[in-house]
Each structure stands twice: as C-alpha cells, then as structure tokens.
C-alpha cells in the first residue's frame, strides 16, 4: 500500500506499517519492574503460554501450611510473569492477612490487573472480588477465558505506547482510536465516553477503578500483540476499510479526483483508488501490500 504525498512523514508512518522504525515506540512501553522477563514470558506466542500453563498445573508446592495471620495467593501460570520475580516460578504469594482487604484489592496488590482474571476459588469455592478472606484462606486466581465476550461494542482505545498495534488493527478494520501524546486521565475517559476496550501495558492504567472494558496487551513485538488482542477479543475482521493513519472509514474514489496527488509512477500502474473520509489520506493496493497482506492472511 502507497499514500500520497509519497514524502511527507505521515506517509512513511502511514505507508509502512511493518518498517523496523515504526516498531521503536514499542520501547518503553512497559511501565512495571518486571519488564525483562515479561518480555521473555510474552514472546512465546499465547497458546503456547496456554498449553505450558495447563502442563504445569498442580505441579506447585501447594502442600505448605500457610502460616497464622497470612493468607496465601496461588496464581495461575498464564499470569505469573505479573508476579514479582521470586513468586513466579510456584506461583504462589502470602501476604500479611488484611480483615478489611477485597479479594479483588488483594489480587491487585500482587501486580495482576482484574482486567486478567477469571475464576476466583477459595476451599474448592467461588468467591467474588468482594468478598474478604479468612486467616489462612488460599486463594486460587485463575486466568481469564478466552476468547473473552466484548460485552459491548468491538471498540478500542490504546495507550500511547502501542502506536505499531493500533495501525495494524485498523489494518484489520477494527475500531481504534489512538493518539501519541493521549495521557491516563483522557484515555480512562475516552474509554468511557465512547465506549472502548482500553489496551495497554501499563498496570497501574488498567487498575483504574473507573474503567469498564481494559485489557493487558501481551509481547513486546506488535504482531505477537496483534495475535494476543485478535484471540482474546475476536473481533469482527474488515481488511482495507480503515485509514491506518486517523483510523477513519475509507470509500472508493475516483483516479480523476486524486489524478494531481499522485506520483506518475503510481497514476500509470494503479486504477482504483480509496480516500479517508477523515483525513483525506488516499490509498492503492500497490507493491507495497504484500507484507501487509500477510498480516491480514494471518488473521483472517
Ligand atoms: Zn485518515
């Protein structure tokens, strides 16, 4: 895919979303202490962290008493690269026991998000985010299902850090709003007001009391993230109909209309043509597509 004008910087963001330079600004984008080894943990691709998660079920040393006034937190494997560095080879955290602490506050202090939770058992029974623990209580945190109910529209709002990934979501026609210098608050608040999954690296956005819809984006490398947010969420898949710079929808234009933005190169070789309905971006299915191509053959 080529944009015009062919020189300007939003064209080089915009025309090669696959380039070595648009993967920078994943860098960083791990704002917890445990970054390297997340990093490790998130380059497996997810139904291999999957599957080494069921394998090692049960294999934990489950069998020590928890002493008086702790209780103890066993987490499952899919989520202990969250954990502090010395609880993530059991998976297992004690902690002082707090009579007035939430289960979910209780989960939260541990480093995992709510967002990546899923069943919540104590003794073999279900417990919500509300309930309190008892002394001595064991806690199993379990994983989040997948794929998960978007329980609202397949709407998506990312965090400043994951510029890569929004481009190659609107390459897939999902709903993405993005902007690079977006900070917590207005993101929380977009989330809200329009009614969108916020994505992100950030642990300490995700555990915002005030978001509805949020989720953990696994992997450093934005097609790992990709797969990650495809197989958790499965949204609706619309290849090409999305401007990969705005996000905005894309309709068929004339060559007449675009004949004086266009290089002679590409006025000889291309006849069909699309226009971003926002931004003005126009857009051809040139040499450029096969790499974008592949992503979309890969998700769809
Ligand atoms: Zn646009």
């Given at each position: 895919m080529t944009h015009i004008p062919e020189n300007s910087k939003r064209e080089n963001q915009a025309g090669a979303p696959l380039a070595s330079s648009?993967?920078?600004?994943?860098?960083?984008?791990?704002?917890?202490?445990?970054?390297?080894?997340?990093?490790?943990?998130?380059?497996?691709?997810?139904?291999?962290i999957h599957a080494a998660a069921y394998a090692a079920e049960g294999a934990g040393s489950?069998?020590?008493?928890?002493?008086?006034?702790?209780?103890?937190?066993?987490?499952?494997p899919a989520l202990r690269f969250l954990l502090p560095r010395r609880a993530r080879d059991?998976?297992?955290?004690?902690?002082?026991?707090?009579?007035?602490?939430?289960?979910?506050?209780?989960?939260?202090?541990?480093?995992?998000?709510?967002?990546?939770?899923?069943?919540?058992?104590?003794?073999?029974?279900?417990v919500s985010l509300r309930s309190r623990l008892q002394e001595q209580d064991r806690l199993d945190v379990g994983v989040r299902?997948?794929?998960?109910?978007?329980?609202?529209?397949?709407?998506?709002?990312?965090?400043?850090?994951?510029?890569?990934?929004?481009?190659?979501?609107?390459?897939l026609g999902v709903d993405t709003a993005y902007e690079k210098f977006a900070?917590?608050?207005?993101?929380?608040?977009?989330?809200?007001?329009?009614?969108?999954?916020?994505?992100?690296?950030?642990?300490?956005?995700?555990?915002?009391?005030?978001?509805?819809?949020?989720?953990?984006?696994?992997?450093q490398d934005p097609d790992d993230q990709l797969a990650d947010v495809i197989e958790r969420f499965q949204p609706p898949l619309q290849p090409w109909s999305l401007c990969l710079v705005c996000g905005g929808s894309l309709a068929p234009v004339s060559k007449?209309?675009?004949?004086?933005?266009?290089?002679?190169?590409?006025?000889?070789?291309q006849q069909e043509f699309s226009r971003c309905q926002a931004c003005g971006h126009v857009y051809w299915h040139g040499a450029h597509d096969v790499r974008l191509q592949q992503v979309i053959r890969r998700h769809t």
């Open positions: 648009d993967l920078a600004d994943e860098s960083g984008a791990v704002v917890d202490p445990h970054s390297a080894d997340d990093a490790r943990a998130s380059k497996m691709p997810s139904e291999a489950a069998q020590t008493p928890v002493t008086p006034g702790s209780v103890r937190l066993r987490i499952h059991n998976g297992e955290v004690d902690l002082a026991h707090d009579p007035s602490a939430t289960v979910g506050h209780v989960v939260q202090s541990v480093g995992v998000p709510l967002t990546e939770v899923g069943d919540l058992v104590v003794a073999e029974v279900a299902a997948r794929p998960q109910p978007l329980e609202g529209p397949a709407r998506f709002v990312l965090d400043v850090h994951l510029g890569a990934l929004a481009r190659r979501l609107r390459l900070d917590d608050d207005h993101l929380v608040e977009q989330a809200g007001r329009q009614d969108r999954v916020l994505l992100s690296r950030d642990r300490g956005l995700l555990m915002r009391r005030a978001l509805r819809r949020a989720a953990f984006v696994r992997g007449a209309l675009v004949a004086n933005q266009l290089e002679p190169g590409t006025l000889r070789t």
